[in-house]
């Protein structure tokens, strides 16, 4: 039986622009074991070697603050077909946690972050990249809402760090990345037609990679055969034994 690569869709924008709940609105589309989501903010480094004062002061807007690394390694794990022990990250700390959540390899893979744009090797990894574009003031009162009901912020803390950090790192890193998207979503992506427009963007990209692979390796499956289920096939197994 024919397999294909899995299509891997990247969503970036900036804090509160509503990424989330475009990832989610694109994941309630497909079965559940066909679609991975996988946050940025999971990959955040641990930096065990700091003081739990040294780690408040960390700039973690800024790209280095990320393990990128690790997550590119991750997202080629599952275009390979294989398992991934993704970090979980306690935002109150700044530590990751011990436990890692296994993930296993889809169809589809979305990741979602700030700055997943902001990273070459994540671009060339992104079959489809999608940036949320929401005004500044609406996109820090839900920064403001998050991390106060969410990550056991005050209200000063997250309006230090908004001028400290999030304002002049979106400015640098987020915003000039939009550049590099196929497709802009306005208003944080609140309209049913723009959803509808990435699904069905999304089913013919998947269409066409399965189409590609059924005429190397089967060619006398149909397209709509190889839709009916994504999964069907998945993940890659070797021929031999």
Do not use: C
């Amino acid at each position: 039986m024919g397999t294909f690569k899995p299509l891997v869709i990247g969503i970036a924008g900036g804090t509160g622009s509503g990424k989330t709940t475009i990832a989610r609105a694109i994941v309630s589309q497909f079965r559940p074991e066909d679609v991975t989501h996988i946050q940025h903010d999971a990959y955040y480094r641990d930096r065990p070697d700091l003081s739990d004062e040294e780690r408040e002061k960390v700039n973690y807007d800024h790209p280095d603050s990320l393990d990128n690394a690790l997550l590119t390694t991750h997202i080629d794990h599952l275009v390979q077909g294989e398992p991934i022990g993704r970090p979980n990250y306690d935002f109150v700390t700044h530590r990751r946690q011990s436990q890692k959540t296994a993930i296993q390899p889809t169809p589809i893979v979305i990741v979602e972050g700030i700055l997943i744009f902001a990273d070459p090797a994540l671009v060339e990894r992104l079959d489809i990249k999608l940036f949320v574009d929401t005004p500044a003031d609406i996109r820090i009162l839900r920064r403001i809402r998050r991390d106060m009901e969410r990550r056991g912020r005050t209200f000063d803390d997250v309006r230090r760090q908004y001028y400290a950090t999030v304002r002049p790192m979106h400015l640098a890193f987020v915003e000039p990345s939009r550049r590099v998207a196929d497709l802009i979503i306005p208003e944080g992506g609140n309209t049913r037609v723009a959803i509808e427009v990435i699904v069905d963007r999304i089913r013919r990209e998947l269409v066409g990679l399965s189409a590609q692979t059924n005429r190397v390796s089967d060619g006398d499956r149909s397209e709509g055969a190889s839709m009916r289920g994504l999964a069907d096939g998945w993940p890659p197994h070797s021929d031999q034994g």
